[in-house]
């Protein structure tokens, strides 16, 4: 961001104060206002725990304190992800920039890079990340494996925060984006992909209303809804990924509680793939399903 805007220490500590008390009140997680503080005032977090920035004459702002404000309103109102409104989130080592436009990386997807980089036998070659989003998968592999990574995603207004995140993180050169649904604008490169990696939309249409407001009133429906039973997505890209993968290639999604036996059948019945395998996040969940192409 271009300007910035100045603000005595005294009036950010006061609004702080003010911003941790509304939180309370309404049932939102107090930690946000300083995790806000982190990424729009620069401060650090030990200037937040001392409260040493009080006494500074001026902190600069990305914007001014009556639009953080503002959207601090619209967090506890509208329950609108704080991550939205710093326009930020980390992910793995990166900080990635986020918006409606995309689903927020989750911490537990972090584990997808680690199974992608223990099943690799060939780390080099092409790479697909499926439904890239914000780009956190690709950008991740591009960070552990000397692959070339091929990212798709049906969103233009998602892509183009995905190139955002490859250009100010130094991938510009090393993933390549397209637009289109999962494996289509790809289909020049059958056959020759040493691994696919799959954030795909899982959540039960059903479900999506019964999930926090802040993510199906935020985050976009095309990143989550995954058909009647979730799975819709998960099937198709079991269907169509041979064709596209090298024997031996990898297949590593991840998914929700309660699908793992579902997908580990239909990988068996699709016929095309050996050493199926579920692996658990670190709440002990079973959340990703990792397969080779035989």
């Known amino acids: 961001m271009g300007e910035k805007y100045l603000i005595s220490g005294l009036q950010l500590w006061q609004w702080r104060n003010t911003a ?28 937040l725990r001392l409260e040493s920035f009080k006494n500074w004459p001026q902190i600069q702002l990305q914007l001014p304190l009556e639009e953080l404000d503002g959207l601090w309103q619209r967090r506890l109102n509208d329950r609108l992800p ?13 900080q990635i920039a986020v918006s409606s436009a995309v689903l927020i990386p989750r911490p537990e997807t972090e584990l997808l890079i680690d199974l992608a980089l223990a099943s690799a036998s060939n780390a080099s070659g092409n790479w697909a990340d499926l439904g ?32 955002t995140n490859a250009r100010n993180l130094g991938f510009a050169d090393r993933i390549k984006f397209y637009q289109g649904s ?34 199906v009133n935020h985050e976009p429906h095309l ?9 819709d997505c998960i099937r198709h890209l079991i269907e169509i990924s041979p064709s596209y993968l090298q024997p031996g290639g990898v297949w590593l999604i991840e998914m929700m509680a309660g699908q793992a036996d579902t997908v580990r059948e239909l990988l068996q019945n699709q016929g095309s793939y050996c050493n199926i395998q579920i ?6 969940i079973e959340r990703f399903a990792l397969a080779y192409r035989s």
Not at 20 to 47: H, K, N
């Open 279 to 284: 692996h658990a996040d670190l709440a002990g």
């Open 82 to 94: 704080v991550q939205y409104i710093a326009g930020v989130t980390p992910w793995r080592n990166f």
């Open 132 to 163: 890239t989003g914000s780009g956190a998968i690709a950008l991740g592999l591009a960070d552990v494996l000397p692959a070339t990574i091929y990212a798709v995603d049906y969103s233009l207004e998602a892509l183009a925060i995905a190139q």
């Open 223 to 231: 990143a989550l809804d995954g058909g009647s039973d979730g799975l």
């Open 182 to 215: 999962w494996w289509e604008p790809l289909t020049f490169l059958k056959g020759q992909f040493s691994g696919m990696v799959s954030n795909p939309p899982y959540i039960p249409t059903n479900t999506l209303p019964t999930l926090q407001p802040e993510v």
């Open 20 to 47: 941790q008390q509304e939180a309370i009140a309404t049932d939102v997680s107090p930690t946000e206002v300083d995790w806000l503080l982190l990424e729009v005032a620069g401060l650090d977090r030990l200037a």
